[in-house]
């Protein structure tokens, strides 16, 4: 029977409170006697601390307290790193810097006061004297001997190095016949600068000792672990509570030392502290992303087909690790060959500290940066051979009847249909027409170019052996002697929009009203276990967790329904709010059985009284969404300022539940990777500096600086999990970038450039206008 | 095309992280007396805009106080001032270091005096670093402030040579 | 993001703000839409000790005209300016530059008033008040006074206005016949401020040569300033490509070129040029409809 709910726009069940201002964020939490903390952090990219000087700010109005990393040395864990890769280096991260400083911005000193503004008053009369340090912010020069080392303890500033090798590299390499191309491509650094900071209030209660955290992050019953953990305090007398959160994309998969800082400060003064990160800080000191410089090499049979591929990846990951730091780039190694066949792959992950803030996850997480590098290529092999760029993607695809595909990276995708989504691209664009046109405009001497990137990403963390710390989720189904259903889930939406999809998937087992589901995360004491939102795991991992503890549900209420109504459970179907037989016969309400079930009073032998059920599901592999993007710029020749004419974009993430969210998914994706094509760029200074510190500088971008989004969706589910769906929270930001980039190159190609580094501000390409009008 | 990290950006010297400065002001007094006062800790503390403090300290330099304001941007600095390499009456190299809770700058420039038909060019050339918030903040608008101190300091300097004589 | 700690004051009415502000001398700052002085108080560059807010003063919004002039009340937002119909028939030009001013939030708040006083470098207002040769009404307790806008931007966020000045109107000509206008403006791509902005008002003679034309342009050097080389390059021509191309290519000359992140001085100045023509070129096929 088809569903009736699964599959159907519906608007979203958070919006109405979010859009009338009154959902509750954590700055929004107001305890009785709250105290507020504000940071005094390093002006110096690099330097030994002389002397912290708090006085000034201890006696000033307000201030209660005022914590230093001497402090806290020995009394507040350090801020942790989960990365398993062989080798890696761990420095020491202190969440309150002692002895020295290592990017500008780090937290140095806590000031904790009666009010915010006294708070921050206080906090810039905190004097450091500092011995400046060599400083070292290009991580090639980090490299070189004879660089200064920032932690001098672990010898050199190579955190690590990786390298995954697959296929048979000795016949490609004497194999003459084939073409080698050779291209440095730059991923830069970007800010995630979600719309609400992070943000803490630590209430620690001195009778019961127990410590209730609220924060925003992705990750509520991870933090709990590690805040426990960092402080020493019993796991179950720590409860974390992820309130509203105002997006995250990445930043809020961590722990950062202003946390456990506030954490201490609230057990330490027996009261509640609240700290709010103001836009700088956020900035400054919320992991940054991407940044990584890619040398790669690709090897292509005379006939277009790519036989083999390397590339040598430079990470810059700031100066310390956050959570997942170094394992953002192993991302990038494992989705290098992109959706295509190509038999030999070898790649070199470096991870490279720097004097700059850490980089760690951020919308899409190294797999933006892998689609750049396999899309470009792509491109560039195209134009060499002088093909075009939607037959050469075809002639290495894999067909769909080879799936699951085995890759020599060692992941095996599990199912796709990429010739299906690009030719639908191409037919929606109208691709070879705007290719005349094209032609068409260069005989006028107009740019016009066309850019495509077909992705596939990988999605739906993951298998718990492949993930750091579990990658199983948690869903509960409770039904109340009303009929109403609580549905819980493990994972943290922040924004997404899944209280409405998990609403959806248990209405639709249980088939019930929409309306009659509530769903709840985000509370380590309502929730009993959890890892969280990220990966776009959510809805294929999370919302198969809810789909399973439903099915349990619905098992339990056909034997008790069957057994009220004298048929076999087999023979009931639930719809519409009844369980009743297909010939609508007999019938019982919903409620009428969830009471029966509650209020015991003649079940079937052998069955439990209650109606309550959880399900862990452990995914087999990860999934394998993909798509086929097409972006239309023109250039300015006289300015070289760029306009994105049109963008198409046709995904296929799976089984869709909600399209609506899945369109939002995608256009917010979309704007964020074209973003980084474009416009973003989070820039230091030779000296460290961060020099695009306010939203003056780092150009998030807006909605009016876009065309409207052709968009469309396709389903090839997965085997993965029994709702086919495969996540859709990256697929946006990890297919646009490259095909902004394709576009303008394509634009530019009768200048003979061949590539052009992002952002792809005007002057970079009016300098290539100029360059060759004076040739 | 494309291989240099920094090749494409559109202002490499701006990421070098600091800002140069240069220019000349000619002021109407012979090339002795504008050494005299450029020396001169008192010429210096009037000339200097907002200058609150200019007291010789004992390593020899100078220990600054300075209220920097443009219309509503305002910071206050403290920090000193060196006099290197004097070469009366042609040339002295000055260095500058402050912090305030803008951040912190740091500077050093090369003074030369020439004189023709009893006036005085000075060219100065040096760059300057700042760091902390005013950096990655006011990247819009420091520059901007900094040359127009400097205009000013000038400017006032020569007001100031010719009022005390 | 939060400020130094200041004194809020609100004024009843003009008198009592201007008493206020030569009360507290230079430690005291107007307050009109907060969109200028408010975000540089956050991040703790602009510290005034006293925020004058005139908020109250209804009475400093207003768009009216009187004797061939269009008066605009300092308070008046960039939104009543885009959005205002008397403006759209006699001098087009204001509504089509506040169209291009930050965004709706911004719109909604900001008053010109307010922008002109602060003087940033890449105001929009500063070239339209200049192409348009319009004035600046300044007030303090006691008097006061019309100051042109050639005069009324001074350096680098700053201005004319004495320590005691409330600025409390505009007043521009309203456009005459066979006169066009165009503001063309390239947008940084974070602060929305003019990397480039220019506005141009052409008016045409009999023979439909270029009687004269203004050009006042912002975002390039320290302050807004009039293209006075561009516009004594036009006057008595015909609006041919090569006499706009030649008459723009002196818009950056003699100006002490910003350069940033996003555009190098060389780039900007190019930008300044061609972003002159183009404004002339749209002025021109405008003021030949009419």
Known sequence: MPSTILGKRIKRKEDPRLIQGRGHYVDDIKLDGMLHMAFARSIHAHARIKSVNVAAARSSPGVVDVITGEEIKGKLGLVPCAAGIEGLKVPDHPCLATGKVCYVGEPIAAVVATDRYLARDAADKIEVDYEPLPVVTDPEKALQAGSTVIHPELGDNVAFVARLEGGDWKAVESDSSLKVIKQRLINQRLAPASMETRGVVAHYSPGEETLTVWSSTQIPHILKTQLALMLGIDEPHCRVIAPEVGGGFGSKLNLYGEEGVACYASRKLGKPVKWIESRRENLLATVHGRDQINDVEVYVQPDGKVVGLKCWIIADLGAYHQLLTPAIPTLTALMILGCYHIKNVFVETKGVFTNKMATDAYRGAGRPEATYVIERVMDMVARELNMDAADLRMKNFPSPDEFPLDLPTGVTYDTANYQKTLKRLLKISGYSRLRKEQEKLRKQGKYLGLGLSTYVEICAMGPSSRMPAGGWEFGAVKVEPTGKVMVLSGTSPHGQGEETTFAQIAADVLGIPFDDVTVYHGDTFQVPMGIGTFGSRTTAVGGTAIHNAAMQIRKKMARIASHKLGVKPGELIFSEGKIHTRDGAKSMGFAEVAAEAIFAKQLPEGIEPGLAAHSFFEPSNYTFPFGAHLAVTEVDAETGEIKLRNYYAVDDCGRVINPMLVDGQIHGGLAQGIGQALWESHVYDENGQLMTGTLMDYAVPKAHQFPWFETETMETKTPINPLGAKGVGEAGTIGSTPAIVNAVVDALRPLGVRHLDMPLQPEKVWRILKQHATA | MGNDRLSQAPCRNILKGTVKFEGSHTIPVPREIAWRELMNPQTLARALPGCEKFEANPAGGFDVVLKIGIASLKGVYQGHVEIQEPNPPQSYRMKVEGKGTGGFLKGEGVLSLMESAGNTTINYSGDAQVGGPIAGIGQRLVQAAARQIIQQFFQSLANVIQGSR | ?290
């Open chain 3, 1 to 290: 993001m939060i400020p130094e700690p200041f004194e809020y004051h609100i004024p009843k009415n003009l008198e009592e703000a201007s008493r206020l502000l030569a009360q507290f001398g230079g430690e005291g700052k107007i307050l009109a839409g907060g969109h200028s002085l408010v975000p540089m108080m956050k991040l703790r560059l602009a510290a005034p000790k006293h925020l004058i807010d005139l908020g109250r003063l209804t009475d400093l919004k207003y768009i009216r005209e009187s004797d061939g002039r269009i008066e605009i009340g300092a308070l008046t937002t960039h939104f009543q300016i885009q959005s205002s119909s008397l403006l759209k028939e006699k001098c087009p030009l204001l509504p089509e530059t506040a169209r291009e001013i930050g965004d709706v939030q911004v719109r909604n708040k900001g008053t010109i008033g307010g922008s002109l006083a602060h003087s940033d470098p890449a105001a929009d207002w500063p070239a339209a008040i200049l192409a348009l040769a319009g004035e600046i009404q300044a007030r303090n307790v006691s008097s006061s006074r019309w100051i042109p806008a050639s005069e009324f931007f001074v350096d680098l966020l700053t201005t004319a206005l004495g320590g005691d000045e409330v600025l409390t109107a505009i007043r521009v000509p309203v456009a005459p016949p066979r006169s066009g206008h165009a503001y063309l403006k390239l947008h940084h791509p974070a602060s929305g401020y003019a990397m480039v902005g220019v506005a141009a008002q052409v008016l045409l003679n009999e023979a439909r040569h270029i009687e004269s034309a203004s050009v006042g342009v912002t975002g390039v050097g320290p302050k807004a300033y009039r293209a006075t080389a561009v516009e004594e390059a036009l006057r008595g021509k015909a609006p041919s490509r090569q006499n706009l191309e030649a008459a723009a290519a002196h818009a950056a000359e003699g100006i002490d070129v910003n350069s940033d992140l996003y555009a190098s001085a060389e780039y900007r100045s190019h930008l300044a040029q061609v972003y002159t023509r183009r404004a002339l070129e749209k002025a021109l096929e405008r003021a030949h409809g009419k």
